[in-house]
Each structure stands twice: as C-alpha cells, then as structure tokens.
C-alpha cells in the first residue's frame, strides 16, 4: 500500500485548498478510502468517506457542507476540495484504505500502514 497525500499549505481564513492522494500497490477501484485528520495533541477525527465506486459519500459534522470528497479510479486519485476554511481545520490529513465504506465514521481507524504520510494544512490570518 503507497498512499502519497499533497496539497496542504496555508491559507488564510475562508479560503479554500484541494488536497490529493495519489494511490498504488492495492486494487484502488474496488477499496473505499477516507480522509482523517489529526491536530497537535488531539486524537485523529474522521473527515469524509467514499464509496469504492464513488456513488456514496459522508461527512463529518465539522465539515459538511464545506468539504467535497471525490475520486478517480481511472487514475487513481482520492481528493478533498475544503472550501469555508476555519482555523479550527487546521490540522494533519490524511486518506486511509478502508476495510469497507465508512469505516472511520465508526470510531476506529485503519492500522498505520494503512495511512498516508499526510499533508500540513493551516487555516491562519
């Protein structure tokens, strides 16, 4: 499993960012992947989901309505659009390789090797 995320910068309050994941090493289009996120002394916090086929997507509370996840099975390619940026999304991201859709949403997470490396994102005036 090869999960590269980009993307992440700084950005002042409001703005917007898209984050990637480019994907290899294990059967993209037939895995449900997620985006989890992890700020400074804070337990990870589950972001948004996807669907293998991409028909089915969640958020979480913090960031629905704000954030879109999407994907490209063709090139295989996990994305976050975050729009409305706060302070408060400051944080580690990452996108996991689920053992089925929506696993994050439930309170664990994917075993480590099963994550990216992760991108910085900082929401800052």
């Known amino acids: 499993v090869h999960l590269v995320e980009s993307g992440g910068g700084l950005v002042q309050p409001g703005g917007s960012l898209r984050l990637s994941c480019k994907a290899s090493?294990?059967?993209?289009?037939?895995?449900?992947m997620s985006w989890v996120r992890q700020a400074p002394g804070k337990v990870p916090e589950w972001v948004a989901s996807?669907?293998?086929?991409?028909?089915?997507?969640s958020y979480g509370d913090s960031v629905k309505g704000r954030f879109t996840i999407s994907r490209d099975n063709a090139d295989p390619t996990l994305f976050l659009q975050m729009n409305s940026l706060k302070p408060e999304d400051t944080a580690m991201y990452y996108c996991?390789?689920?053992?089925?859709?929506?696993?994050?949403?439930?309170?664990?997470?994917?075993?480590?090797?099963?994550w990216g490396q992760g991108t910085q994102v900082t929401v800052s005036s």
């Open positions: 996991t390789k689920d053992p089925y859709y929506g696993y994050p949403s439930y309170g664990t997470f994917p075993s480590r090797d099963d």
């Open positions: 996807i669907h293998r086929t991409g028909a089915s997507v």
């Open positions: 090493g294990f059967p993209f289009s037939t895995t449900s």
